[in-house]
């Protein structure tokens, strides 16, 4: 059974930076693309980043140049370097590998972004 754990969350200020980690277990985990996913108050769950078995990176566009997704296979864990860190950014944040004909998903870390 995948399981996938996410920490790292918390409240920051604007402009602040938090890192978030998803260590998983279960299955080889090299072999799987990793996705970090948000999702706000009212609104839908959307894509943040996402990071391929070879290393390969996408992000959402209005994170750009903000955040960055990395795995470290020997640990089994993806991050999410968030960086400039805006009220907006405010959501619940998960981890998730694809599978079909549904995702792994994690129990999922809150950040709050506010002064």
């Known amino acids: 059974q995948v399981q996938l754990v996410e920490s790292g969350g918390g409240l920051v200020q604007p402009g602040g930076s938090l890192r978030l980690s998803c260590a998983a277990s279960?299955?080889?985990?090299?072999?799987?693309?990793m996705g970090w996913y948000r999702q706000a108050p009212g609104k839908q769950r959307e894509l943040v980043a996402g990071?391929?078995?070879?290393?390969?990176?996408n992000y959402a566009d209005s994170v750009k140049g903000r955040f960055t997704i990395s795995r470290d296979n020997a640990k089994n864990t993806v991050y999410l370097q968030m960086n400039s860190l805006k009220p907006e950014n405010t959501a619940v944040y998960y981890c998730?590998?694809?599978?079909?004909?549904?995702?792994?998903w994690g129990q999922g870390t809150q950040v709050t972004v506010s002064s």
């Open positions: 998730s590998r694809p599978r079909y004909p549904e995702n792994y």
């Open positions: 990071i391929t078995s070879l290393g390969s990176t």
């Open positions: 279960g299955s080889i985990f090299s072999i799987y693309a």
